[in-house]
T-cell receptor, first 114, second 116 residues
Framework: AQTVTQSQPEMSVQEAETVTLSCTYDTSESDYYLFWYKQPPSRQMILVIRQEAYKQQNATENRFSVNFQKAAKSFSLKISDSQLGDAAMYFCASLNTGFQKLVFGTGTRLLVSP | AAGVIQSPRHLIKEKRETATLKCYPI?????VYWYQQGPGQDPQFLISFYEKMQSDKGSIPDRFSAQQFSDYHSELNMSSLELGDSALYFC???????????????FGPGTRLLVL
């Protein structure tokens, strides 16, 4: 069974600073995807970044990047130059290939202060 | 770019009533997923459809049913509603394409269901 663990219920960062959100996962599959989704107060689920397990290169999307450690089953999200609009709940999720379901972690609430 | 459309956005029902939630996937997306998110919880998978056939089933109550139609839109039917069904219901869709978009699920804005 897939499991995703986010051990940080809440994190705080100041504007323009960098913050890292942690995520560990477990799956018996060799081929899978990992995602970070952002859920602002509007509760819309917004895709932040996507990582394919077979790719060793860490994914980046503008100020967002991941540190994917496959052997350790770790998938952390780094947000650089934090902005007030980054304040949200962040969910880490895994997906086994074959158009299967997303399995989410419990989320990390990110607070951004001026 | 077109996104996933869900209707209605808000729904208030009484206990034991029925509700129908609709989802219109991104054009050319053939796979639809339904998730339920309770207050303060992470989304939980309910059911999915690929090419109008049920492809996977999660912790969906027997009171709920769903289908995907020929135009790929999907409907989630909920009967004998209970107070505990109050939640945010998301629909997501994904494309059979390759590359950066493969197997990536894009979410609609959700339907907020309140059962009184």
């Amino acid at each position: 069974a897939q499991t995703v663990t986010q051990s940080q219920p809440e994190m705080s960062v100041q504007e323009a600073e960098t913050v890292t959100l942690s995520c560990t996962y477990d799956t018996s599959e060799s081929d899978y995807y990992l995602f970070w989704y952002k859920q602002p107060p509007s509760r819309q689920m917004i895709l932040v970044i996507r990582q394919e397990a077979y790719k060793q290169q860490n994914a980046t999307e503008n100020r967002f990047s991941v540190n994917f450690q496959k052997a350790a089953k770790s998938f952390s999200l780094k947000i650089s130059d934090s902005q007030l609009g980054d304040a949200a709940m962040y969910f880490c999720a895994s997906l086994n290939t074959g158009f299967q379901k997303l399995v989410f972690g419990t989320g990390t609430r990110l607070l951004v202060s001026p | 770019a077109a996104g996933v459309i869900q209707s209605p956005r808000h729904l208030i029902k009484e206990k034991r009533e029925t509700a129908t939630l609709k989802c219109y996937p991104i054009p050319r997306h053939d796979t639809v997923y339904w998730y339920q998110q309770g207050p303060g919880q992470d989304p939980q998978f309910l059911i999915s459809f690929y090419e109008k056939m049920q492809s996977d089933k999660g912790s969906i109550p027997d009171r709920f049913s769903a289908q995907q139609f020929s135009d790929y839109h999907s409907e989630l039917n909920m009967s004998s509603l209970e107070l505990g069904d109050s939640a945010l219901y998301f629909c997501a869709s994904s494309s059979p394409g390759t590359g950066d978009y493969q197997e990536t699920q894009y979410f609609g804005p959700g339907t907020r269901l309140l059962v009184l």
